[in-house]
């Protein structure tokens, strides 16, 4: 897999040995990008015709009854045809708008998130629209987003409203303690939840309403659990925010500390609430945990892992004040965080916590994107508005809900209906074929994205003062090793 960054945003996109014959009222949509793989979507959009694609690509044979329609895709000679049939009817085009919602978090603890995938929902929605137009569909979609303030009973509240509304695919929400709130709510009335960035491995439930397009955390605990064990943690003191992600993530990392070595030291997991601002308790257990491992495996072998959102910075700032943990923040090995916090430049550009965060270095697990040229594409043309910042600050997520929006889009168009039980129905597949900004978007039974490798991001001092994230290394899914680019 090649690593994604943001300064390699520069390759323009091309469309290589591809011909196409279009007839009106067809989408052919998802062109793979070097892949020689055509996705196809065939929804029943009142209108009738054939299309038929070839791409130089892979080896393949499959047929798909798709929106009344049937895709059969076949190989002679290394070419790749696809030719998809689409029924009349269905009645999408007759001049509506689709709402797609939207729960983001603009307001609490993942609000540089949030910023930067309502940048991205908004991009796409322009996209979809332009796409249905180019087909010649009279068909808007709209977007309906929402503050939901990373608060359970708001997003509640605000599902209902979007389900009252005729809303039947919602893009959100971001984090998994949310997501386990109200999923009881969309599963009852069959509203699609189609989250970028929630990874409980608690919320891995074949045949709910959820979707989600990050692998859960089953593979970070994975990564995590490796990565310290390489940097010669023999004694880990584990702590996290007490919901559903950070429960999930630290089980699993400390499931998977123990499967890999015998004779590791943990200490924890350690919860703290998630509304607190007084983190004085939670210093005080992981300072007694230090100087007890030190004692046992010395003070260079001890970590501290931390399953944190931007709370994190209130943390080591209340470390830093208080004489008694300050020697926390200068500990041999640095200290260790999650998908939770890496690449939030909310952290790293605060004057308070930036230079604190460089100090511990925070190696972060993040899922690892395929660098492309549809990623290329998008950067360069989004550099220099203020998308393209909202968007850097938490690029894969951000990303995420740009590629969620054409999902959702997609999966109404392909099932024919704005109907929540159809999307359900269809959008597996619709997944399974489609390859995003951020690479292949399918799925497991879980509905959760097939997992891969991690990148892991570490904070450092930069020009001027100021402080940034920097690509340290990845883990490698299929071997379970690390390899460094500059180990913290």
Same mark, same amino acid.
């Given at each position: !897999? ?20 279009? %007839? ?52 002679? *000679? ?8 689409? *029924? ?9 708008? @689709? ?62 409203? !979007?389900? %009252? ?39 891995? #439930? ?8 990050a692998p859960n955390d089953a593979a970070q605990g ?7 064990? =390489? ?22 990392? /400390?499931?998977?500390?123990?499967? =890999? ?11 703290? =609430? ?6 004085? %308790? ?32 209130? !943390? ?33 550009? /605060?004057?308070? &916590?930036?230079?604190? !965060? ?5 190696? &972060? ?16 043309? #989004? /550099? ?20 969620? @929006?054409?999902?959702?889009a997609l999966s109404i168009l392909s099932a024919g209906?704005? =109907? ?26 879980? *509905? ?38 500059? %180990?913290?």
């Amino acid at each position: !897999m090649k690593i994604l960054s943001r300064e390699r945003f520069c390759i323009p996109l091309k469309k290589r040995g591809v011909s196409t014959v279009i %007839a009106i009222g067809t989408l052919i949509v998802g062109l793979l990008i070097g892949a020689g793989v055509i996705y196809g979507a065939a929804p029943a959009l009142g209108l009738g015709g054939t299309t038929t694609t070839t791409a130089a690509g892979r080896t393949s044979t499959f047929t798909t009854s798709v929106g009344g329609g049937t895709t059969t895709t076949t190989v002679a *000679g290394g070419t790749v045809t696809l030719t998809t049939s689409v *029924g009349g009817g269905g009645g999408l085009c007759n001049g509506q708008t @689709v709402t797609i919602g939207a729960l983001n978090d603009l307001s609490g603890q993942l609000s540089s998130q949030g910023a930067g995938d309502l940048a991205s929902e908004n991009l796409a929605i322009t996209d979809v629209n332009a796409y249905t137009q180019s087909a010649g569909c009279n068909l808007t979609f709209k977007l309906n987003a929402v503050d939901y303030k990373l608060d359970n009973p708001t997003a509640l509240a605000q599902l209902q409203a !979007m389900a %009252a509304a005729g809303i039947q695919i919602v893009i959100g929400p971001l984090n998994s303690g949310t997501a386990a709130a109200i999923l009881g709510y969309a599963n009852s009335n069959h509203i699609v939840l189609l989250s970028p960035s929630s990874t409980s491995p608690a919320l891995a #439930i074949p045949n709910d309403y959820l979707f989600r397009t990050a692998p859960n955390d089953a593979a970070q605990g994975q990564a995590d659990a490796r990565i310290l064990l =390489d940097r010669g943690a023999k004694g880990v003191i584990i702590v996290n925010r007490d919901d559903t992600y950070g429960n999930g993530l630290a089980n699993a990392t /400390k499931t998977f500390l123990q499967k =890999d070595s015998s004779s590791v030291v943990i200490k924890g997991p350690y919860k703290y =609430d998630i509304t607190t601002t007084d983190f004085s %308790a939670i210093l005080a257990q992981i300072n007694s945990d230090y100087q007890t491992l030190s004692g046992q495996v010395g003070a260079a072998n001890v970590a501290i892992f931390v399953v944190s959102f931007e709370e994190q910075g209130s !943390m080591l700032i209340q470390a830093n004040n208080n004489p008694t943990y300050k020697p926390l923040l200068s500990t041999s090995l640095p200290w260790f965080g999650t998908d939770g916090i890496a690449q939030n430049t909310k952290l790293t550009n /605060k004057t308070t &916590s930036g230079p604190l !965060m460089a100090q511990v270095k925070f190696p &972060s697990t993040l899922f690892n994107v395929i660098n492309n040229s549809k990623t290329n594409a998008f950067f360069a043309r #989004i /550099k220099g508005t203020p998308a393209y910042a909202a968007i850097s600050s938490n690029v894969f997520y951000s990303l995420e809900g740009y590629n969620d @929006v054409w999902i959702a889009a997609l999966s109404i168009l392909s099932a024919g209906k704005n =109907d929540g039980t159809a999307i359900h129905n269809v959008l597996p597949s619709v997944a399974a074929n489609f390859f995003g900004l951020t690479g292949w978007e399918g799925l497991q039974a879980s *509905g959760d994205r097939i997992p891969g490798s991690y990148q892991i991001w570490k904070v450092v001092a930069a020009s001027g003062g100021t402080y940034s994230w920097a690509l340290a290394g990845t883990w490698n899914y299929d071997t379970d090793t690390v390899t460094w680019i500059s %180990a913290p």
